[in-house]
């Protein structure tokens, strides 16, 4: 008998395990997008979005996921010299810009950072550890402008949080990806910021060791011209 019930209990194991979805990490500046082009992929993905960096440990730690996709190329390099990326399944797969943001009822300045008061704070992704921070340090380090705004930063733990500050009105300036920006009605844009002044931005995407075969499968999906529509309309570009 009880020979019996182990045989049933396996066969309903098989299609549960057979239905298994695929775990993805994503930049969090991805989630619009990429939701909408998961929708026509056919199989079932699960995604956790956060910033590049807080994943990228996740996955050092041991996080179960499949498919990684960072803002940078930092963090996969990070992850490929620790021996926890695919060999092979890496690929460079949306590029991005960045933007001065306001909050919506306010007319945007024709200078950013000179409309910006001494007790005033600039919203930004942390810039010592996710990309887009990081690209926006690097911008206003150019501009000669980071050594007077270094104390006046606020720093979120992800860009969606950056641009949340700006939305709510509790910064009245950011700097975010153009795509965030684009994808929320209570910030306008108020200037683009010259992409010669920060490293190119890049969304390098790979399968994990041990990944399944379905992440290969994924991968393809991403770059095939249905999803490169997708991440166009929400503002992304090839990189």
Excluded at 125 to 133: L, Q, S
Excluded at 134 to 139: D, E, G, I, L, T
Excluded at 145 to 151: I, V, Y
Aim: net charge positive; glycine share 6%; with cysteine.
């Amino acid at each position: 008998m009880s020979r019996v019930l182990a045989i049933v209990l396996l066969a309903l194991a098989l299609p549960a395990a057979a239905q298994a979805p695929l775990t993805v990490f994503a930049a969090a500046s991805l989630k619009n997008a990429l939701d909408e082009a998961n929708a026509g992929f056919g199989e079932r993905v699960v995604v956790s979005y956060a910033a590049s960096s807080a994943l990228a440990r996740q996955i050092e730690a041991g996080a179960p996921a499949a498919v990684y996709i960072s803002a940078d190329e930092d963090w996969m390099n990070y992850l490929e010299r620790k021996g926890l990326v695919a060999g092979g399944t890496r690929r460079d797969l949306l590029g991005n810009r960045l933007v001065w943001i306001v909050p919506a009822g306010r007319e945007p300045p024709k200078d950013p950072l000179r409309a910006l008061g001494p007790r005033d704070r600039l919203a930004l992704a942390d810039p010592a550890h996710v990309p887009a921070g990081k690209y926006a340090r690097a911008a206003l380090e150019h501009m000669g402008a980071w050594s007077s705004l270094a104390g006046r930063i606020a720093a979120a733990e992800n860009v969606r949080a950056a641009l949340a500050l700006v939305a709510r009105g509790e910064c009245p300036l950011g700097i975010v990806y153009e795509t965030d920006a684009r994808d929320e009605p209570r910030v306008r844009i108020a200037g683009t910021i010259d992409a010669s002044l920060h490293p190119r931005i890049v969304y390098p995407a790979a399968a994990l060791r041990f990944a399944p075969p379905l992440a290969a499968k994924y991968l393809d999906y991403l770059a095939t011209p249905a999803s490169m529509a997708v991440f166009a309309r929400h503002g992304f570009s090839r990189p």
